[in-house]
């Protein structure tokens, strides 16, 4: 249980509350679902704590279009790791919407997939490890592959431009 | 050809670096199958009926003569002397030990292979036009745009976990050997009004437990936009295909369910907002890739060639492998050879290690050192002087590859059955065996001219029954083997899937039906009907009746 | 009465294995223990279950079988072809000797 970002463990100051029940008081940082937010969105508004919103599989990341300099987090959930929604809605946040605040995965997030979260724009992980041995999967993982084919919003720089660098150096 | 610069060659080198790590820590305990099945999966390693299977890439069915050569090493080093070709245009070898696995990889990484999207639930090795390149009616070479594809789709960081594979096809051909009509994605090169070259965007085909035909999501899609159209079919079939049950997870079902125009609705929203992104792809970098596929240095030669109608007139066996196997060449003077992996009574798709050397030497002296896979089981020399057609057939015919039979009722698909896989309901090696005796006479076969039989052993589909002029199925009933006959499939341009006759029939009485069907079409045909054409004139009922009579 | 016996796949090379009367892992059939009865077959599928030999072997699982004189066979075809190897290459697997 170590969330790992910037090559580090960092603390969890997120509290991750249900679909429905009592809000804890009203100066705890707040996860809330997508549809809880949708249906609550003034009052969640109104608190005083941090708010951050988890995507299920399924949910629309379009719907956070108007209140992403809101929030300063935002949870996309993996329930099982070959649910590859949440790739897309990492990208669509990032590249499309322009979330700059922390994209975090949960649920089965798994060393060989963080690579994948990386490209996709995640910045922080929620592994179901202990902090160093989460911390050294982490790194692992993103230095597993030195080669990228796509381009993606991570600034990672691909074969392609690389090649046209090439050419022009020897041009 | 495309030849790996140092970018591709270190990903596929820290590809096979990776997997050595976690065959380590599978073997020393540090991970459980669990956690290693899916691994192995990404990496062409299956669990099969008696063994682990290793499925190797052979990205649109184009090998070089070294790496031909290679695959014939590895099969002779690691395996039992023999692999297998499959529908997917790849290579399966059928005994490897999961220890030596990754030194299998580590050889074919030396010339440039690997077992990369042979598995799993991501986009699959691209498959093409076996005559890429050669044939005589290409619009034009559609293996840049495949090797595009190819880098595109390869680890696609957002595309690894989709609900179910996923299958591109491209032809640069009016007249479609790829099947694009039963892929995920079906790409056909064609000409707009302004004289462009691009591609009709086809979606939703695909055989298995509910086959269809693919439906044209776009007319034309320019080359420079090619890929982010690509992405932009992934990410909504990414997005909303049904992950609730595996059966239904394919992109086929999101067409069938949503309709065509609703997905074209999706696709084209989310395309405007990439098409101008980084994924559009400009005319240098395009030109860049077909000049990498450039026509080899072929001589200029007159059409006709003296010793080579010669030698037809002199050795009727020689003219008969021609009149089946030989196909124009776009270049005067040079041929396309086919070269079977259909002996008569043999097991279709595999070959020996001392075959694929050969056939790789052949490669080297006759064919500028490309070889091609066919989704039909075959291997193609591209680019054959006619003068040296004899030549090539004389070695051929040594080593048991000179069968005169392609497009022949003997050139029958068949998946490995349950003689190798795990999932297989019955076999389908033993049947097309039978049913290519039955028909082993080469003037009968000659005079049924061309019949497309398709076999599967369970109703994955990999041996393409639903496309097959006959197609049929293994099922298994109260643990017996029997096989239920569809007729009128058809994989190319003109694609169907087939119909189901009827009851299915014992192991022992499906080769008597198979010839009773050809009786009756060739009793009933037109001059110049395929047997295809016939049932498409006749319909079901005339070979339904020689099937099951008043049954 | 039903016959089962525990089939699996060794995990170092793949090949077919039965779980045998002292423990091990045996590439022939005649040297597999035969559970008789539902409550013996699940005892013999737990034991062969064991977290620990997931290091030894994959996916076990039991397979219906009769004793015919002194072998044993199994009654779906599917696994007889197991206990061979493929039937169109009657020279590899367990059947070439
Ligand atoms: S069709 Fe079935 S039996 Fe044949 S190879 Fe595919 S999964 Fe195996």
């Not at chain 2, 390693?45 to 052979?58: E, I, K, S």
Request: contains cysteine.
């Amino acid at each position: 249980m170590a969330i790992v970002k910037n090559d580090s463990v960092i603390e969890q100051e997120w509290i991750t509350v249900d679909a429905e029940g009592d809000l804890p008081a009203s100066d705890e940082n707040l996860i809330v679902p997508l549809a809880r937010f949708k249906e609550e969105r003034d009052s969640l508004l109104g608190r005083n704590g941090g708010l951050g919103v988890q995507l299920n599989p399924g949910d629309a990341p379009e719907d956070l279009a108007d209140d992403l300099d809101r929030l300063s987090i935002i949870t996309v959930n993996f329930p099982a790791y070959t649910d590859g929604r949440g790739y897309s809605y990492g990208r669509v946040l990032r590249e499309r919407m322009g979330f700059t605040g922390e994209l975090r995965a949960v649920g089965d997030v798994l060393r060989d997939q963080i690579l994948y979260m990386h490209r996709c724009g995640f910045d922080a992980y929620d592994l179901k490890v202990e902090g160093e041995v989460a911390l050294n999967k982490v790194r692992a993982a993103l230095k597993e592959m030195s080669v990228y084919y796509q381009p993606t919003g991570d600034g990672r720089v691909t074969a392609q431009s690389l090649r046209e660098r090439r050419r022009a150096a020897l041009q | 050809m495309y030849r790996y610069d140092d970018f591709d060659r270190q990903l596929v080198h820290e590809r096979t670096e990776q997997f050595r790590e976690q065959v380590k820590r599978r073997l020393a305990g540090d991970i459980t199958e669990e956690q290693f099945r899916p691994l192995r999966l990404m990496n062409g390693v299956y669990l099969q009926l008696h063994a682990y299977m290793l499925r190797v890439a052979v990205p649109y069915g184009t090998l070089r003569a070294d790496q031909l050569r290679q695959l014939g090493m590895i099969a002779r080093v690691y395996d039992k002397g023999y692999g297998h070709f499959t529908t997917r245009q790849n290579i399966q070898y059928n005994w490897p030990k999961l220890d030596e696995i990754p030194d299998a990889l580590l050889d074919l990484a030396k010339v440039e292979m690997h077992a990369i999207q042979t598995s799993g639930n991501c986009i699959r090795n691209t498959t093409t036009d076996q005559y890429a390149g050669a044939a005589a009616d290409e619009i034009e070479d559609p293996r840049p745009y495949c090797e595009l594809i190819r880098q595109w789709s390869t680890f696609h960081p957002e595309f690894t976990y989709l609900p179910r594979k996923f299958k591109i096809a491209v032809t640069g051909s009016p007249n479609d050997r790829a099947a694009v009509k039963v892929h995920d994605i079906g790409l056909r090169m064609h000409q707009n009004d302004a004289g462009e070259t691009g591609f009709e965007v086809m979606v939703g085909g695909g055989l298995g437990r509910t086959p269809f035909v693919g439906k044209t999501i776009r007319e034309f899609i320019g080359k420079n936009d090619l890929f982010s159209y690509l992405e932009a079919i992934l990410r909504v079939y990414n997005r909303f295909g049904r992950r609730d049950n595996k059966y239904k997870a394919r992109i086929k079902i999101l067409v069938h369910e949503e309709g065509i125009d609703k997905i074209r609705e999706l696709v084209e929203e989310e395309w405007a907002q990439i098409k101008d992104g980084s994924l559009r792809v400009d005319d240098a970098e395009i030109a860049h890739y077909i000049e990498q596929f450039a026509p080899p240095a072929f001589e200029t030669l007159s059409d006709d060639d003296a010793d080579f109608e010669r030698h037809k007139s002199e050795n009727r066996r020689f003219a008969n492998w021609v009149r089946s196997n030989v196909i124009e060449h776009k270049q005067p003077g040079y041929a396309i050879a086919n070269v079977s992996l259909k002996p008569i009574g043999g097991i279709p798709g595999d070959a020996t290690d001392t075959q694929m050397e050969l056939v790789a030497d052949l490669s080297e002296k006759y064919s500028f050192g490309d070889v091609r896979v066919t989704h039909e089981q075959n291997l193609v020399l591209p680019h054959v002087k006619k003068a040296d057609l004899f030549a090539v057939w004389s070695e051929l015919d040594k080593a048991d590859l000179g069968t005169a039979n392609l497009g022949y009722v003997t050139d029958i698909i068949s998946c490995p059955g349950l003689d190798y896989c795990a999932l297989a309901t019955a076999r389908s090696i033993p049947l097309s065996q039978r049913i290519s005796e039955r028909f082993g006479d080469l003037d009968r076969q000659h005079d049924i001219g061309e019949l497309k039989i398709k076999i599967s052993g369970c109703i994955n589909a990999c041996g393409h029954h639903h496309v097959g002029h006959i197609g049929i199925l293994g099922l298994d009933k109260r643990g017996k083997e029997f096989y239920q006959i569809t007729l009128g499939g058809d994989a190319s341009q003109d694609a169907s899937i087939g119909k189901i006759a009827g009851a299915g029939f014992s192991e022992a009485e499906v080769v008597d039906a198979i010839e009773s069907l050809v009786t009756k079409y060739i009793d009933i045909r037109e001059s110049g009907e395929r047997f295809i054409d016939t049932y498409r004139r006749v319909g079901m009922d005339p070979f339904k009746e020689v099937l099951y009579g008043d049954r | 009465m039903s016959l089962q016996v525990v089939t699996a796949n060794r995990l170092e090379d793949g090949l077919v294995v039965f779980l045998t009367s002292d423990g091990n892992w045996s590439e022939n059939i005649n040297d597999a223990r035969i559970a008789d009865g539902k409550e013996a077959a699940d005892a013999l599928l737990a034991e062969a279950s064991a977290p620990e030999l997931d290091i030894v072997i994959v996916g076990p699982y039991l397979i219906d079988v009769e004793q015919q004189g002194a072998d044993i066979v199994p009654t779906k075809y599917r696994e007889v072809l197991r206990t061979k190897g493929p039937s169109v290459r009657e020279d590899l697997g367990y059947q070439a000797v």
